[in-house]
Nanobody, 115 residues
Framework: VQLVESGGGLVQAGGSLRLSCAAY????????MGWYRQPPGKQRELVAA????????NYADSVKGRFTISRDNAKNTMYLQMNSLKPEDTAVYYC?????????WGQGTQVTVSS
């Protein structure tokens, strides 16, 4: 399984971005997926996760009500809609997929929120 993120960039506080994570390879084996982020000088943390069918999602407290995770299994793509962005959301965002064959990560996409 290969994961490719896109959609990061520079945005002003209060703005929005939508991240995408496209999966390639043995996509039939993918189960839960999630978005993680790593702020500068800090550890990687879970932002949001979604089950295979998309029926169950969970979010870090810091993003609840602002971010929405979703997936389109027909397109093998997961999304993260980020609204009301804050400077503290600045980080490298990583896509993660748990499959029958292991745990996979994308290369990351930078999100920078200016105040």
């Amino acid at each position: 399984v290969q994961l490719v993120e896109s959609g990061g960039g520079l945005v002003q506080a209060g703005g929005s971005l939508r991240l995408s994570c496209a999966a390639y390879g043995s996509t039939f084996s993918i189960n839960a997926m999630g978005w993680y982020r790593q702020p500068p000088g800090k550890q990687r943390e879970l932002v949001a996760a979604i089950t295979k069918g998309g029926g169950i999602t969970n979010y870090a407290d810091s993003v609840k009500g602002r971010f929405t995770i979703s997936r389109d299994n027909a397109k093998n793509t997961m999304y993260l809609q980020m609204n009301s962005l804050k400077p503290e959301d600045t980080a490298v965002y990583y896509c993660n997929a748990a499959s029958d064959y292991g745990n996979y990560w994308g290369q990351g996409t930078q999100v920078t929120v200016s105040s």
